[in-house]
């Protein structure tokens, strides 16, 4: 059984495409007992009622797939945590870096995996969940004590029908993620516009070059493949024109009056920036101007 923790449109996506009967969600303490039910429609199929029990960490899950917010990881594996066995492997997909490290400097002893997904999923209503977009889900190790998990993770996640590979080193597509999400998030939720909508605006043109060249340098500073400016760029606007119509997870966020995933992208970029003696202006620019709109 895979527990589920974390009742957003990711975790919705996963519970309604794991075999039934394998799956759960983890209550948060005020949940009410019984199970969650909503509309899930799939890629390409008709809309079905998805109806997923909820389980009790205690009782030894094969992993928790943790599918919370950069910013609520700590706390919720806080409180659940006391209660799962320690040798359950526990999976975090979040947006953005920082809240990964922050789970496996806390729990070192804990088998902590990190994943990243391409997979695009909404909720367009409190209770439909729209798989959006195919994409692929990478997983891998964080630690020594998950390393021996690794591939039964992946057999377990790909149970699914989606796409999981097993990633030797999770940080590169971490971080391939991040750049991704620095240079489109931020952008269209102070322009209040989608994906596809920034790259006609003066904003985005006047600042998209020095992002990039920040990014470029911190790449190299922490040992991550060298990428010119002009490169990034490219990615940037790629995945831009291919999400054109999407409404980001920050705007959305935004729009819906939640906090969001700045602290762990443009803002993460900051606080590395400040520990490897590199100037990152535009990305404190982009963090605060974020800020202002909560
Ligand atoms: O990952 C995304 C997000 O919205 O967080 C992108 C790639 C920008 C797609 O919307």
């Given at each position: 059984?895979?527990?589920?923790?974390?009742?957003?449109?990711?975790?919705?996506l996963?519970?309604?495409?794991?075999?039934?009967?394998?799956?759960?969600?983890?209550?948060?303490?005020?949940?009410?007992?019984?199970?969650?039910?909503y509309?899930?429609?799939p890629?390409?199929?008709?809309?079905?009622q998805?109806?997923?029990?909820?389980i009790m960490?205690?009782?030894?899950?094969s992993?928790?797939?943790?599918t919370?917010?950069?910013?609520?990881?700590?706390?919720a594996?806080?409180?659940?945590l006391?209660?799962l066995p320690?040798?359950?492997?526990?999976?975090?997909?979040?947006?953005?870096?920082?809240?990964?490290?922050?789970?496996?400097?806390r729990w070192?002893?804990?088998?902590?995996?990190?994943?990243?997904?391409?997979?695009?999923a909404?909720?367009?209503?409190?209770?439909?969940?729209?798989?959006?977009g195919?994409?692929?889900?990478?997983?891998?190790?964080?630690?020594?004590?998950a390393?021996?998990?690794?591939?039964?993770?992946?057999?377990?996640l790909?149970e699914?029908g989606?796409?999981v590979?097993?990633?030797?080193d999770?940080?590169?597509?971490?971080?391939?993620?991040?750049?991704i999400?620095a240079g489109?998030?931020?952008?269209?939720?102070?322009?209040n516009?989608?994906?596809g909508?920034?790259?006609?605006q003066a904003?985005?043109?006047?600042w998209?070059?020095?992002?990039?060249?920040?990014?470029?340098?911190?790449?190299?500073?922490?040992?991550?493949?060298?990428?010119?400016?002009?490169?990034?760029?490219?990615?940037?606007?790629?995945?831009?024109?291919?999400?054109a119509?999407?409404?980001?997870?920050?705007?959305?966020?935004?729009?819906a009056?939640?906090?969001?995933?700045?602290?762990?992208?443009?803002?993460?970029?900051v606080?590395?920036?400040?520990?490897?003696?590199?100037?990152?202006p535009?990305?404190?620019?982009l963090?605060e101007?974020?800020k202002?709109?909560?």
């Amino acid at each position: 059984m895979i527990a589920i923790l974390g009742a957003g449109s990711l975790g919705r996506l996963w519970a309604a495409t794991l075999p039934a009967g394998q799956v759960a969600f983890v209550p948060r303490p005020e949940q009410p007992a019984g199970q969650l039910s909503y509309r899930f429609r799939p890629f390409d199929g008709p809309e079905y009622q998805v109806r997923i029990p909820w389980i009790m960490p205690s009782h030894r899950p094969s992993l928790l797939l943790l599918t919370t917010k950069a910013g609520d990881s700590l706390p919720a594996l806080a409180s659940t945590l006391p209660v799962l066995p320690t040798d359950t492997p526990i999976v975090l997909l979040q947006n953005g870096l920082g809240s990964q490290q922050q789970v496996a400097e806390r729990w070192p002893d804990r088998p902590v995996l990190a994943a990243t997904t391409t997979e695009g999923a909404n909720r367009p209503e409190a209770d439909l969940t729209v798989h959006a977009g195919q994409g692929d889900t990478r997983v891998g190790a964080l630690n020594a004590a998950a390393k021996a998990h690794l591939n039964e993770v992946v057999h377990a996640l790909a149970e699914s029908g989606l796409t999981v590979h097993a990633e030797p080193d999770i940080l590169g597509p971490l971080w391939q993620k991040l750049v991704i999400n620095a240079g489109i998030n931020a952008f269209t939720a102070i322009l209040n516009c989608l994906n596809g909508q920034i790259l006609d605006q003066a904003f985005y043109q006047q600042w998209i070059d020095p992002l990039c060249r920040e990014i470029s340098s911190l790449l190299l500073a922490a040992d991550q493949p060298e990428q010119t400016p002009e490169a990034l760029r490219g990615q940037i606007e790629a995945i831009a024109r291919k999400t054109a119509t999407n409404t980001s997870s920050m705007r959305a966020d935004v729009l819906a009056g939640r906090s969001t995933e700045i602290d762990f992208i443009n803002g993460y970029l900051v606080g590395l920036g400040r520990q490897l003696g590199i100037e990152t202006p535009v990305n404190q620019m982009l963090t605060e101007r974020v800020k202002q709109l909560n």
